[in-house]
């Protein structure tokens, strides 16, 4: 299969999970990373807002302002497939854009820049053991992380974790992974 129907399937897998199975997978992969060493070290994180299928990341996003942790968040300039990140301290900076997302409101925002994020929680749909990943399609977390030196961690059902992906030779694979099952993984 290529990138595009390995997206589409891996697409209707999380889709078919019940509301109760996704809140319950959501639970394990929210303690399994606040229980690791990169949360605990971590003073700022980076995450997306999630919408429909995806893991919901308000419980990692409420906790971290819990622990007096910074939280930013992505604004996609789909011009130029770029991704900047703001500081966000309430959802009310938050507004819809394009595909329904949730981002920052730039004008309510102050930017975050890339080398102070600690700890950046990458999205996607499809891992191998590798950390490489196939995520939306739109190349910009790639492209933010050309240059970030920090750490990475993306949160993922054990589903999602197979053999290979097919990887080209712009992709950044992601440090750790962490999945409902595992607390914490140092990908090779």
């Known amino acids: 299969m290529d990138k595009q129907q390995l997206r589409q399937s891996a697409i209707k897998t999380l889709k078919n999970f019940s509301e109760a199975e996704k809140q319950n997978i959501e639970r394990k992969l929210t303690e399994n990373l606040l229980s690791s060493e990169l949360w605990t070290y971590a003073k700022c994180i980076g995450i997306t807002m999630a919408q429909g299928f995806e893991w919901n990341t308000k419980a990692i996003i409420e906790a971290a302002w819990k622990q007096n942790k910074t939280i930013a968040v992505p604004k996609c300039s789909p011009k130029e497939k770029k991704l900047t ?44 053991k590798k950390g490489y990943r196939i995520g939306f399609g739109g190349g910009y977390y790639d492209r933010f992380l050309m240059g970030y030196s920090n750490e990475t961690v993306s949160i993922l059902h054990s589903s999602q974790l197979v053999e290979n992906v097919p990887a080209e030779p712009f992709d950044i694979p992601v440090q750790h992974m962490i999945t409902e099952k595992e607390v914490y993984m140092k990908v090779k």
């Open 85 to 128: 990140f703001y500081r966000l301290e309430s959802y009310d900076q938050l507004e819809v854009v394009y595909y329904n997302l949730l981002e920052p409101k730039p004008v309510e925002s102050n930017v975050v820049e890339k080398a102070n994020i600690d700890l950046l929680v990458v999205p996607g749909l499809l891992f191998d």
